[in-house]
């Protein structure tokens, strides 16, 4: 795949630091500028996971990724407006700035001007990083376009892009919300015992066939989470006891646990009634 953060890194205006940075020392003002100058765009894996899969299905995903770039085109295009504005304002500033007698006025005229030319620069920067954005949606797009992955799963041999255009949107509508409430309901037992009052609500408003679809996929899905959970428990367990050291990435403990794995005496903590009477503090 395209080195995208290369490409745009090399495309993008630089910003330079117009406070005052006298106090600040040299280490400081590179982090300050390294902050005003790094693509803070969203990432490329925070949209394949979070934002995509989050709808579950193919079809949600597809529509997801095309709703999201939408909103960046939309973004881009204001910000072109809002920097072209600026740009008009300078004109207007500078050539009041160049009639009129009034000294003050024409202070004010240039504080506005360097102002605007500020702005301009931030909103450029901001414009890279949404032009970014938009460039990544594209390309996961294009995963979804492009080969296998770009067909329906019934045969037909339509792409996604053709289900934009028919009115067989409704029956990955329907998948979609069967998936995603079965998934909610799903995650309430496992957690909770039992359905929330809200995603059974929502189960309920769908036709009854699809209720009892849902419940049907909440009721498994959460025996198979909660099957895979315990047999992760229990290897957890074996490699404890045989004093196998578990992965935890980067997680650290809570200071009382981590105590008393290093072998200190762990402080008890004591409460009382007005401790936990949360709401009168």
């Not at 990724?65 to 909103?71: H, S």
């Not at 005229?109 to 909103?123: T, W």
């Not at 009115?167 to 995603?180: A, C, H, I, S």
Request: overall charge negative; hydrophobic content about 35%.
């Amino acid at each position: 795949m395209t080195d995208r953060l290369s490409q745009y890194s090399d495309f993008a205006k630089w910003l330079e630091i117009d406070t005052d940075t006298s106090m600040l020392s040299s280490a400081e003002k590179t982090l300050l500028k390294t902050c005003l100058n790094k693509d803070w765009s969203v990432p490329r894996y925070k949209m394949r996971w979070f934002q995509g899969q989050a709808q579950i299905t193919k079809w949600g995903v597809f529509r997801q990724f095309m709703i999201e770039m939408r909103g960046k085109e939309e973004s881009i295009e204001k910000l072109d407006y809002e920097i072209a504005k600026a740009e008009a304002d300078i004109e207007i500033h500078q050539y009041y700035a160049a009639h009129t007698p009034n000294p003050g006025e024409r202070k004010k005229a240039q504080v506005e001007i360097d102002f605007l030319k500020r702005q301009i620069a931030r909103s450029t920067r901001m414009k890279d990083d949404a032009m970014l954005d938009r460039q990544y949606y594209l390309d996961l797009l294009g995963e979804m376009t492009t080969g296998p992955d770009s067909l329906v799963p019934d045969g037909s041999g339509r792409t996604w892009m053709d289900i934009l255009y028919s009115d067989d949107q409704d029956q990955f509508e329907r998948q979609l919300w069967t998936n995603r409430l079965g998934k909610q309901a799903a995650l309430d037992i496992l957690f909770y015992g039992r359905i929330g009052v809200g995603n059974m609500d929502a189960i309920l408003q769908m036709p009854q066939e699809q209720q009892a679809e849902t419940l049907v996929l909440a009721t498994d899905y959460a025996l198979q989470l909660q099957d895979y959970q315990q047999k992760l428990q229990l290897e957890s367990a074996e490699k404890k006891a045989a004093g196998i050291p578990a992965d935890l990435k980067e997680l650290q403990f809570p200071q009382v646990v981590q105590k008393s794995l290093d072998g200190q005496p762990v402080p008890k903590i004591s409460t009382s009634g007005d401790d936990l009477d949360v709401y009168n503090h």
